[in-house]
C-alpha cells in the first residue's frame, strides 16, 4: 500500500513539475568540413589560416574528436600526428567559410564581430512530459548565445548582467544599451534587413556618432 502512494505521489509531482529536461543534442562537424584552424586572435583577424594537412594523402584527415567532448583535435598528414587543444586554439574553419570556436569544447558559430564577437551553439534537447502514467519525449530546438570583448581570450553568456560587468565600460554606450535592451532574450534579435545582431548595430552607432 505504502508502495502504491508512493508512486502515485511521483507521478503526480511529475505532472506539476511538467517538464524535465535531459541530454542535449549537438549536431557533429564532418571532419572532411574541417579547412583549418585560427591557433589565435591575432591569426583570426589577419585572416592567417593554419592549414595542418593538405589532405592529399591516404589517412591525411583532421578529426575533431566530438564524441565524449574529446579536449583535442587530431590532425594527420602522411601518417604523422599533431595535436591541438581546443581550448588552446581560437577557431576552426570550415570549407563553407563559417568558423566556430570551440566554447566548454562545444563548437559554437562566429555569428557576428562587428564589434562584440557573437558565438551560437544551435541544438536540440529532449523535453519530456507526463501524460498521466504515460512518460512522452520531444526534441526542442534551443540556441545559445556568447560573448567576447577586447582580446577576446575570455567567453561570457551573453546576459545583460555580463554586458554591464564587462563590455559595457563606455557610458553612453552603457545607458543606450539598457534603455533599448531590457531582457536577455531581447539581446539576440536580429535584424532582418542586415542580417546582424541588433545589439552589435546598436553599439556600432553609438560608437560611429
Known amino acids: ?5 508512493k508512486i502515485i505521489t511521483i507521478v503526480m509531482l511529475l505532472s506539476l513539475t511538467g517538464q524535465l529536461f535531459a541530454q542535449q543534442h549537438q549536431k ?3 571532419n572532411s568540413e574541417v579547412e583549418g584552424l585560427y591557433l589565435t586572435y591575432s591569426d583570426f583577424k589577419q585572416g592567417k ?7 592529399q594523402h591516404k589517412g591525411d584527415i583532421i578529426k575533431l574528436k566530438q564524441f565524449f567532448i574529446s ?4 590532425s594527420i598528414e602522411q601518417d604523422k600526428e599533431t595535436v591541438f ?5 581560437f577557431a576552426i574553419r570550415l570549407t563553407n567559410g563559417e568558423n566556430y570556436r570551440f566554447i566548454n569544447r562545444t563548437p559554437c558559430l562566429v555569428a557576428d564581430t562587428s564589434y562584440l564577437y557573437i558565438y551560437t551553439n544551435k541544438t536540440t534537447k529532449t523535453e519530456y512530459k507526463q501524460s498521466g502514467p504515460t512518460r512522452r519525449s520531444k526534441e526542442v530546438p534551443v540556441t545559445y548565445y556568447y560573448f567576447s570583448v577586447a582580446n577576446h581570450q575570455v567567453v561570457f553568456m551573453l546576459t545583460l548582467s555580463n554586458l554591464r560587468k564587462y563590455a559595457l565600460t563606455d557610458t553612453i ?3 543606450t ?3 533599448k ?3 536577455d532574450e531581447m539581446l539576440s534579435e536580429i535584424n532582418s534587413n542586415t542580417g546582424r545582431f541588433v545589439l552589435t548595430e546598436t553599439i556600432v552607432s553609438v560608437l560611429n556618432k
Open 181 to 183: 535592451f531590457t531582457t
Open 28 to 30: 557533429e562537424i564532418k
Open 85 to 89: 587543444y581546443k581550448d588552446s586554439i
Open 49 to 55: 589560416l593554419t592549414i595542418p594537412t593538405d589532405k
Open 173 to 175: 554606450i552603457h545607458k
Open 71 to 74: 579536449p583535442d583535435i587530431i
Open 177 to 179: 544599451v539598457c534603455d
Open 1 to 5: 500500500m505504502k508502495t502504491h502512494i
